[in-house]
């Protein structure tokens, strides 16, 4: 059974940092490219940012370019997003998702989520 | 970046109903759709992928068509589990969007 289990997660000042991880379990993690996406309390789904199988290929929201890093582990199975210069509307839940295989090009696995609160 | 639009923002529906929801792209994306329904409290479930091929597990009552700039969800039959919120995402540059979203509420 394919799982995602996200961490990390709480409460931080404006300014500050937070490392969120995934832990991938069920499938072979090395062979999907991974993304994060976030949703803020009452609002709809953003994507964040996307991880290719082997890392060769990152991309980011231009909301969150140049303030969050997405890594992974393929040895640990395990997936992170560094986040780093806070704001307040940084506050959502997110979410680790796997990208489906080539012709799917959809999220089809997501884990239950980890929230981000951005305040002082 | 390409935008995403969906319409409506909500419905109301009784069980047994058609729904149709509709997405729109700013700019053609071939077949590189996806529909997700999403519950309160729970993380989204993909519906359909390829804006027509339905994802395993997920009941023929729901449908997808579309291409290029213009795709529509259709729920031929509503049931009572299909109340939720109903999100359209375009997977045909790698910067993923979402559309805003539509509830299908209980009329």
């Known amino acids: 059974e394919v799982q995602l289990v996200e961490s990390g997660g709480g409460l931080v000042k404006p300014g500050g940092s937070l490392r969120l991880s995934c832990a991938a379990s069920g499938f072979t993690f090395s062979s999907y490219s991974m993304n994060w996406v976030r949703q803020a309390p009452g609002k709809g789904l953003e994507w964040v940012s996307s991880i290719s199988s082997s890392s060769s290929y990152i991309y980011y929201a231009d909301s969150v370019k140049g303030r969050f890093t997405i890594s992974r582990d393929n040895a640990k199975n395990s997936l992170y997003l560094q986040m780093n210069s806070l704001r307040a509307e940084d506050t959502a839940v997110y979410y680790c998702?796997?990208?489906?295989?080539?012709?799917?090009?959809?999220?089809?696995?997501w884990g239950q989520g980890t929230l981000v609160t951005v305040s002082s | 970046d390409i935008q995403m639009t969906q319409s409506p923002s909500s419905v109301s529906a009784s069980v047994g109903d058609r729904v149709t929801i509709t997405c729109r792209a700013s700019?053609?994306?071939?077949?590189?759709l996806a529909w997700y329904q999403q519950k309160p409290g729970k993380a989204p479930k993909l519906l359909i992928y390829?804006?027509?091929s339905l994802q395993s597990g997920v009941p023929s009552r729901f449908s997808g068509s579309g291409s290029g700039t213009d795709f529509t969800l259709t729920i031929s039959s509503l049931q009572p589990e299909d109340f939720a919120t109903y999100y359209c995402q375009q997977a045909n540059s790698f910067l993923f969007t979402f559309g805003p979203g539509t509830k299908v509420d209980i009329k």
């Open positions: 390829a804006a027509s």
């Open positions: 998702a796997r990208e489906g295989p080539v012709m799917v090009r959809g999220f089809d696995y």
């Open positions: 700019q053609g994306i071939s077949s590189w």
